[in-house]
């Protein structure tokens, strides 16, 4: 580039050079299995990267996987998996089948050498979990699970302010997470059958997010569990559509199917090193969209984020008034401006929460995938196998009938 004297700008060679090395840099090739409400979002946060590319994508049939590749505006599309595991310009898997599938899926691209990005939960049950946790281990590749709300630049606020000791300690952890996209009959989700979501439905779907949050937040993990479960709607009416849980269409034949799984549940929870937690999840409560809350609470100030006020963090005392904290980069700790992308006043979104997560396994995979090189906010199949455990430890207390279980997790 050249300015009208016929030398060379400044600015315009350090553009050059940042140009250069954009083009240096050699994308990624990203394949993606399951093509359903989530993958959108997945292939959308890696398209935003710019350094990534979406390679393919894989379906339950071949022509279901090209109608969602040219509605996706991907080039490439299986008909089976194990075909786009096997494509050498596919680097990085993005997991996003049902529950059902994700061991087989994910211990296919681990046994292939690729890099893995599952959605939650990580598996059906623990036994699964820690399958897929050691094999990852084993393969000694990057191993993601999309816990989101890690991504979300004030939840990083808080966990640094505990970690930091801003808090003085942790005396109880408490929240919730309620939604009603169930509260309908007429409403059927694969999540709703233990075949395809698992035993659980409301804690394995909404409670994990939860849980693992808290954990998060607190830097404490949970020791043992009291749980109380509930089923709501007993009876659900299908009509065998694959998406009908998101669909405004309710004319048509139904068929009757008895519900096992919980909608609505109770549960306290004790952690390592005495604190004391509760929380709640539902997803047949009328006019909770996705509603999440979690608070932490320490002898010196209380933490409270709601993800839907995410750009806000409360910040609670005893001898002074409270705080509303707003996102801002001019604000938040060194650490967390990295999560940061616009300025103070400027909304950022659960997209925006998603987007963090994805670019933080992308620079976990570019650095090789060894565990000294994991972003520390990033939520591995480790924290996805203790996941399973955690709700798991929340059947077997209800099933006994309301009495304290461990949460059993092997290292």
Same mark, same amino acid.
């Given at each position: 580039?050249?300015?009208?004297?016929?030398?060379?700008?400044?600015?315009?060679?350090?553009?050059?050079?940042?140009?250069?090395?954009?083009?240096?840099?050699?994308?990624?090739?990203?394949?993606?299995?399951?093509?359903?409400?989530?993958?959108? &979002?997945?292939?959308?946060?890696?398209?935003?990267?710019?350094? !990534?590319?979406?390679?393919?994508?894989? %379906? $339950?049939?071949?022509? $279901?996987?090209?109608?969602?590749?040219?509605?996706?505006?991907?080039?490439?599309?299986?008909?089976?998996? @194990?075909?786009?595991?096997?494509?050498?310009?596919?680097?990085?898997?993005?997991?996003?089948?049902?529950?059902?599938? &994700?061991?087989? !899926?994910?211990?296919?691209?681990?046994?292939?050498?690729?890099?893995?990005?599952?959605?939650?939960?990580?598996?059906?049950?623990?036994?699964?979990?820690?399958?897929?946790?050691?094999?990852?281990?084993?393969?000694?590749?990057? &191993?993601?699970?999309?816990?989101?709300?890690?991504?979300?630049?004030?939840?990083?606020?808080?966990?640094?302010?505990?970690?930091?000791?801003?808090?003085?300690?942790?005396?109880?952890?408490?929240?919730?997470?309620?939604?009603? =996209?169930?509260?309908?009959?007429?409403?059927?989700?694969?999540? $709703?059958?233990?075949?395809? %979501?698992?035993?659980?439905?409301?804690?394995?779907?909404?409670?994990?997010?939860?849980?693992?949050?808290?954990? &998060?937040?607190?830097?404490?993990?949970?020791?043992?569990?009291?749980?109380?479960?509930?089923?709501?709607?007993?009876?659900?009416?299908?009509?065998?559509?694959?998406?009908?849980?998101?669909?405004?269409?309710?004319?048509?034949?139904?068929? +009757?199917?008895?519900?096992?799984?919980?909608?609505?549940?109770?549960?306290?929870?004790?952690?390592?090193? %005495?604190?004391?937690?509760?929380?709640?999840?539902?997803?047949?409560?009328?006019?909770?969209?996705?509603?999440?809350?979690?608070?932490?609470?320490?002898?010196?100030?209380?933490?409270?984020?709601?993800?839907?006020?995410?750009?806000?963090? =409360?910040?609670?005392?005893?001898?002074? +008034?409270?705080?509303?904290?707003?996102?801002? +980069?001019?604000? !938040?700790?060194?650490?967390?401006?990295?999560?940061?992308?616009?300025?103070?006043?400027?909304?950022?979104? =659960?997209?925006?929460?998603?987007?963090?997560?994805?670019?933080?396994?992308?620079?976990?995979?570019?650095?090789?995938?060894?565990?000294?090189? @994991?972003?520390?906010?990033?939520?591995?199949?480790?924290?996805?196998?203790?996941?399973?455990?955690?709700?798991?430890?929340?059947?077997?207390?209800?099933?006994?009938?309301?009495?304290?279980?461990?949460?059993?997790?092997?290292?």
């Amino acid at each position: 580039m050249f300015s009208k004297n016929g030398k060379i700008v400044p600015s315009e060679v350090a553009l050059t050079r940042r140009q250069m090395r954009i083009f240096m840099k050699k994308k990624l090739g990203m394949g993606l299995v399951g093509p359903g409400f989530i993958a959108e &979002h997945h292939i959308d946060a890696v398209r935003r990267l710019g350094d !990534v590319e979406v390679v393919a994508l894989a %379906g $339950s049939s071949e022509q $279901s996987a090209a109608r969602k590749a040219a509605a996706y505006k991907v080039d490439r599309s299986y008909g089976d998996y @194990k075909d786009l595991i096997a494509d050498p310009d596919v680097q990085v898997i993005h997991n996003t089948t049902p529950n059902h599938l &994700h061991l087989p !899926v994910s211990m296919a691209a681990l046994a292939a050498g690729k890099h893995v990005i599952s959605d939650k939960p990580l598996a059906l049950n623990s036994e699964e979990g820690r399958k897929l946790r050691d094999a990852a281990l084993a393969a000694g590749v990057a &191993h993601v699970v999309t816990f989101n709300y890690r991504g979300n630049p004030l939840v990083q606020q808080a966990r640094s302010m505990v970690v930091n000791g801003d808090t003085e300690g942790v005396a109880f952890v408490h929240g919730y997470y309620l939604q009603d =996209w169930m509260t309908d009959p007429n409403v059927y989700s694969w999540r $709703s059958d233990p075949a395809r %979501g698992g035993a659980s439905s409301a804690l394995g779907d909404i409670g994990s997010h939860w849980c693992d949050l808290a954990e &998060h937040m607190s830097g404490l993990k949970i020791d043992s569990v009291l749980a109380d479960l509930t089923t709501v709607v007993p009876v659900r009416y299908s009509s065998g559509a694959s998406a009908e849980a998101f669909s405004q269409d309710r004319s048509g034949e139904r068929t +009757p199917i008895d519900i096992v799984s919980e909608d609505l549940a109770s549960v306290l929870l004790r952690f390592e090193g %005495g604190a004391k937690g509760t929380f709640s999840v539902g997803q047949v409560l009328p006019g909770h969209k996705n509603d999440l809350q979690l608070e932490v609470n320490g002898r010196r100030l209380s933490l409270k984020w709601r993800q839907e006020e995410q750009n806000e963090l =409360w910040i609670g005392h005893h001898d002074r +008034p409270n705080e509303m904290m707003a996102k801002d +980069p001019s604000l !938040v700790l060194p650490e967390v401006r990295r999560y940061v992308h616009l300025p103070g006043g400027h909304q950022e979104s =659960w997209a925006d929460a998603f987007l963090n997560v994805i670019r933080d396994a992308y620079d976990w995979i570019r650095a090789g995938g060894t565990p000294q090189s @994991k972003p520390a906010p990033l939520a591995t199949f480790a924290d996805g196998y203790r996941s399973t455990c955690i709700v798991e430890a929340m059947l077997r207390s209800h099933a006994a009938g309301g009495v304290w279980e461990k949460v059993h997790y092997v290292a």
